[in-house]
């Protein structure tokens, strides 16, 4: 039986790691946790969500109507996103949304993070694609990130923000956490000439230690949408997530930009 007042604190342990570590801004992000299949706690709209007490967090049902909420709370703005991930992934317990910086530079870019570039990144996420533009708080974004929840357990929102879930409230902060770090990564390397990428080899192998972990949730070593269609499998990916550099500027893209710049340059007498 599991003990909800536990789980709220949880919840405000959670709130404080996400605003501490400036993974949002003010009164940004939201998570919830379900119960069972008909009640689920969430966050509160409006609220830092990094100075929450127990009290704070409301509980929805399954259409993410209120079930309990105490006085001047009112369920997350975005408890629809939430409730078509618990919908579509019934293996999912918790939902966390947030903006992290790296993340969301790369989801205003419109880059996804599909880049082999690290083994951690490959093993725990696979790639990351981009859900395209919704309006927060309307039936835009569950709908834009559906097409992606057979496939993935992280999700860049597009102009947005990003989206994990996953068997446990800790699980969904770890792989948000995850994702930050490996869009930093991906981020700075592209300071410095790009990213040196894992062979296709070399994710395969990494892929192999996914499976043998029997590591839970959905990822392109098991369920990657071009390898069932019988092409190629991810890191290039056909799930909304294109080809694994072919957004980015990496290191000789650059030097061809600085050599045609030069020669028009030339050109223009300048
Ligand atoms: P809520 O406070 O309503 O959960 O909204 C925060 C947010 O980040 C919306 O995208």
Redesign the pocket.
Do not use: A, R
């Given at each position: 039986m599991v003990n909800e007042y536990e789980i709220k604190k949880e919840m405000c342990e959670i709130g404080k790691r996400v605003y501490n570590r400036g993974m949002?801004a003010a009164?940004?992000?939201?998570f919830s946790v379900k119960l069972n299949d008909n009640e689920f706690l969430c966050?509160p709209?409006?609220?830092s969500k990094g100075f929450m007490t127990p009290e704070y967090i409301c509980k929805v049902d399954a259409n993410g109507n209120v079930i309990q909420a105490n006085k001047g709370f009112k369920p997350?703005?975005?408890i629809k996103m939430h409730m078509r991930v618990y919908k579509e992934r019934p293996d999912v317990n918790s939902v966390v949304?947030a903006?992290p910086l790296y993340a969301t530079t790369f989801a205003i870019a419109g880059i996804p993070l599909t880049a082999p570039i690290m083994p951690e990144a490959v093993i725990s996420l696979g790639c990351v694609p981009i859900a395209k533009y919704g309006t927060?708080s309307t039936e835009e974004i569950p709908d834009a990130v559906e097409e992606h929840l057979p496939y993935f357990d992280a999700v860049l929102l597009e102009n947005?923000?990003a989206l994990t879930f996953s068997v446990s409230l800790l699980d969904a902060y770890h792989k948000m956490e995850s994702v930050e770090f490996y869009a930093r990564l991906l981020w700075q390397t592209m300071q410095i000439g790009g990213p040196q990428e894992l062979s296709e080899e070399q994710v395969q192998r990494l892929y192999e230690i996914r499976r043998q972990f029997g590591m839970p949730g959905k990822h392109p070593a098991n369920v990657c949408p071009n390898a069932q269609a019988g092409k190629p499998s991810c890191h290039s990916c056909g799930n909304g997530c294109g080809s694994s550099t072919s957004n980015i500027v990496t290191g000789a893209d650059a030097d061809l930009v600085a050599s045609i710049t030069k020669k028009v340059m030339e050109q223009l007498g300048k």
């Open positions: 949002v009164n940004d992000g939201n966050t709209t409006g609220v997350s703005s975005e949304h903006h927060p947005h923000g």
